[in-house]
């Protein structure tokens, strides 16, 4: 398992790479996976993210989730980063790197899309990989669980007139099947089958022995599932990605510019109300971090599958794995520090 971490990142660019490779040399198989789907969610996905979670709820204890309100510092700070900068900052990198700056580099009809595209991206806070960096993070569980569940109610009411405000619309069409699905799929039945999973290893003789065991069996499942979700995802758009690298290059800084702001931003502020290094880290992924799979399914119901609005969120996908990997060492590697100045205490 420590050899998978030293070298995840040089597999996520391997999976990047062979996905793009893929998607280019056999995209007819790419294209029936691709059309796997309800709503605009696609199932084989649906499936590796559910294999890339479960190992990590499975750690969890629901009935110690009340342990959650001690971190009520960052519980906030993560949802003022979320909700109250991320949408907005990155209005502002994308009104300003692909309206104005880049705009004599990048097709004129397409740079609406673009800048709707990346405000997309950053209107919804991520779900499913966060548990992934949580874990790289050695992140509080029952912290990550409560403010992905927390997101997530939030993102119902929210997501839709931020991204309207911000796109300067009168009203958006959200398909909303697709966000309820989504948090179906992605937190509420992966949650009810390692519950279940969990009171069935933890009954008879030896409970908690049998639960470390499997944990530990099937840990490295979840780091699989994440590079094979990679495989298929930079798959299904290969293509575009191959036959427009510059796009790719100039869509991708502002994106990398938001997830350093605001991942950053997050770190500071936890270290700044006392957090315990336990929860600045999941709270500085979390708000970083970008639900791509709601923001492609709806850049393509607003705009299509060939817009630049699609292409924009999957980039973000390409910007974010390595760059989270990136924050993930950064701060794990900063704990000594972050706690040097300060008892973390989380009350």
């Known amino acids: 398992m420590c050899l998978t971490r030293t070298y995840l990142t040089l597999w996520v660019f391997f999976c990047i790479l062979a996905g793009i490779g893929l998607g280019h040399t056999i995209p007819d198989i790419f294209q029936t996976l691709g059309r796997i789907e309800i709503a605009n969610i696609n199932l084989p996905v649906a499936i590796l ?9 499975l750690k ?18 993560t949802l003022f980063v979320n909700w109250g900068i991320k949408p907005f900052s990155m209005a502002i990198l994308a009104w300003f790197f692909i309206g104005y700056l880049f705009k004599p580099l990048l097709p004129a009809e397409q740079i609406e899309s673009y800048i709707a595209g ?66 179906l799929l992605y ?12 009171r069935h290893l933890l009954k008879g003789v030896n409970g908690p022995e049998k639960l470390a065991k499997a944990i530990n069996t099937i840990q490295p499942v979840s780091l699989a599932a994440l590079l094979l979700t990679l495989i298929l995802l930079f798959g299904f758009q290969g293509e575009q990605i191959i036959n427009n690298p510059l796009i790719i290059l100039l869509l991708a800084i502002p994106i990398l510019i938001q997830v ?3 991942s950053g931003m997050a770190y500071l502020l936890n270290r700044a109300v006392r957090s315990p290094h336990c929860v600045a880290a999941p709270s500085a992924l979390i708000g970083a971090s970008n639900f791509f799979e709601l923001a492609v399914a709806t850049a393509i119901a607003l705009f299509g599958f060939e817009s630049g609005a ?38």
């Open 49 to 57: 993210i559910w294999l890339m979670i479960i190992p990590m709820l």
């Open 187 to 198: 937190i509420v039945v992966p949650l009810i089958i390692a519950n279940l999973l969990r």
């Open 310 to 347: 699609a292409l924009a969120t999957v980039v973000g996908v390409l910007i974010e794995v390595p760059i989270m990997l990136a924050v993930v060492k950064i701060v794990n590697r900063s704990k000594s520090w972050y706690e040097a100045r300060l008892v973390c205490s989380p009350r």
């Open 60 to 77: 969890i204890d629901l009935g110690a989730l009340g342990q959650v309100k001690q971190y009520w510092r960052g519980v906030g700070v």
């Open 260 to 262: 350093i702001f605001n």
């Open 118 to 183: 990346l405000i997309i991206l950053a209107a919804a806070p991520c779900t499913a990989m966060v548990f992934v960096w949580s874990h790289l993070s050695d992140g509080e569980p029952h912290f990550t669980l409560s403010q992905v569940a927390l997101n997530d109610v939030i993102m119902i009411f929210a997501f839709a007139p931020i991204v309207g405000i911000l796109l300067g619309l009168s009203s958006i069409t959200v398909p909303w099947d697709t966000l309820f699905l989504s948090v």
